[in-house]
């Protein structure tokens, strides 16, 4: 992990997803061992905006910045410095435990994972086990270890305790910890209680409203889309 | 940077290996669909030496096509497309290292079966060697374009149609330099001009189709 101070921002940020407007005017600022949980009913935009941190999504307003640099501008540098783990696993039933790790580091451009990181979940047992016989659970758990077997700053975590047992999600608040201790940043996306001590709690419902009314108005005076954002089709 | 792409290419390899006859389902296309040809025309010798250049490029064609739709839809659909996305190697590399792999669990299996199946449809011994070079060539350039129509209908369920009509005009030139080329060293006309053409498109799309296919990815994954 890189030493130093660090500072990830977002300023009115602002998402439309297939023409539906989701969130907007969203702001944040993450410093050195920062930590963000965002909350929300579903189709709040939680998982559009962990799209946009991790750049796979452009916020169609708003800027980001870390340490005021735009990571649209260096997008190399900011996957380096960034894990995601999203809804999928990304693991297939053919390859053992030890091989997803062996993988994930060198996709990540490292040699091999870092050493002993099974424990922290309590995969070891499972080190030579291929990805078919792993539960729900297991699968999960092998998936957040890609955290663990590569350094990088910025974690964008995505319901990270879905299908998680009591211990395992006891386990995963430890990485968390341990991470922020050492300078790492979290953004986790949840309905369920994970402790991030110190953490900014954003309610993505509270961003919703904005744009609705922002663009409802112009829309209803040009005959198209309804002031609620849905297409106006017409008589069948 | 070289580490991400032989780590990507090393891991296809190794998912092919484990998949069992899955991963073979072109190559087993090829041999079935080349095998009916004597049944269905008879076995008239004069007749399949006749047409056994344009029947195994044109088995070797579709056995690609059928190939296509697995190149990045296992990867899209378990979420390795986004940790991959997510390492420093660029989205191009990381196309052509799929290409890469998609060459070397298709194409070069069905060289390896063209041999044997040119012997069954009674080829002509002189238009050996020049057909291994235009499949050499040629196989390459369909896993390039094949590319492009597979991360393009990658979000899709049931793609197959989709992809061969996005693929199959970019295919038909290939078919008919190819098979023009075997023909030219069976009929003593030489194959030299169209055996360069193929080279000169393989090189043409080696440098296009990862881009074009990169950039349907990336919409892929937002």
Not at chain 1, 35 to 46: D, H, Q, T, Y
Not at chain 1, 138 to 158: E, H, I, V
Not at chain 2, 125 to 138: D, E, H, K, P, Y
Request: contains cysteine; aromatic residues 6%.
């Amino acid at each position: 992990m890189s030493d130093g101070e660090k500072r990830f921002e977002a300023e009115n940020v602002a998402c439309i997803r297939g023409e539906r407007p989701v969130f907007s005017g969203l702001s944040f600022s993450l410093a050195t061992g920062g930590g963000l949980i965002l909350r929300g009913p579903n189709g709040s935009g939680k998982s559009s905006l962990l799209r946009i941190l991790a750049g796979f999504l452009k916020p169609v307003g708003g800027n980001l910045g870390w340490n005021d640099v735009d990571p649209q501008e260096a997008p190399e540098i900011h996957r380096a410095r960034t894990h995601y783990v999203g809804h999928m696993e990304a693991i297939k039933p053919t390859l053992t435990v030890n091989e997803h790790l062996a993988f994930w580091a060198r996709a990540k451009g490292f040699k091999r994972p870092a050493d002993n990181i099974l424990q922290a979940l309590d995969l070891d047992p499972l080190a030579d086990v291929p990805g078919r016989f792993l539960s729900a659970g297991q699968k999960r758990r092998l998936s957040l270890t890609r955290l663990l077997a590569t350094p990088a700053d910025l974690w964008l975590l995505d319901e990270p305790s879905v299908t998680l047992d009591v211990q395992s999600t006891a386990r995963l608040e430890d990485m968390l910890a341990a991470h922020r201790a050492s300078g790492g940043m979290a953004i986790v996306a949840t309905h369920a209680d994970i402790a991030l001590p110190g953490a900014e709690v954003i309610d993505m419902a509270g961003y919703r409203i904005a744009i609705d009314t922002l663009l409802g108005a112009p829309q209803k005076a040009a005959g198209g889309p309804t002031a609620a954002g849905e297409p106006d089709y017409g008589e069948w | 940077m070289v580490t991400a792409f032989f780590n990507l290419v090393g891991r296809d390899l190794r998912l092919a290996l484990r998949g069992g006859i899955g991963s073979l389902v072109a190559m087993v296309f090829f041999v079935i669909a080349a095998t009916l040809f004597p049944l269905g025309v008879g076995p008239e010798s004069a007749l399949l030496e006749r047409i056994a250049p344009g029947v195994l490029w044109v088995c070797a064609l579709l056995a690609t096509m059928l190939s296509l739709g697995r190149m990045f839809q296992d990867d899209y659909d378990d979420g390795s497309l986004e940790v991959i996305a997510l390492g420093p190697l660029p989205l191009e590399m990381v196309v052509l290292a799929k290409i890469l792999a998609h060459w070397l669990t298709t194409g070069l299996p069905l060289i390896i079966a063209a041999p044997a199946l040119a012997i069954l449809l009674n080829m002509s011994t002189q238009g050996f060697a020049v057909l291994i070079i235009s499949l050499l060539l040629g196989t390459p350039i369909l896993s390039l374009i094949g590319s492009v129509g597979a991360a393009l209908t990658v979000g899709l369920k049931r793609d197959g149609v989709l992809i061969s009509l996005l693929v199959l005009p970019l295919y038909v030139p290939v078919l008919i330099f190819a098979v023009g080329a075997v023909e030219g060293a069976i009929f003593g006309l030489g194959a030299q001009a169209n055996l360069l053409i193929l080279a000169g498109g393989f090189l043409f799309f080696l440098v296009l189709t990862p881009w074009a296919s990169a950039a349907a990815l990336r919409m892929a994954l937002e």
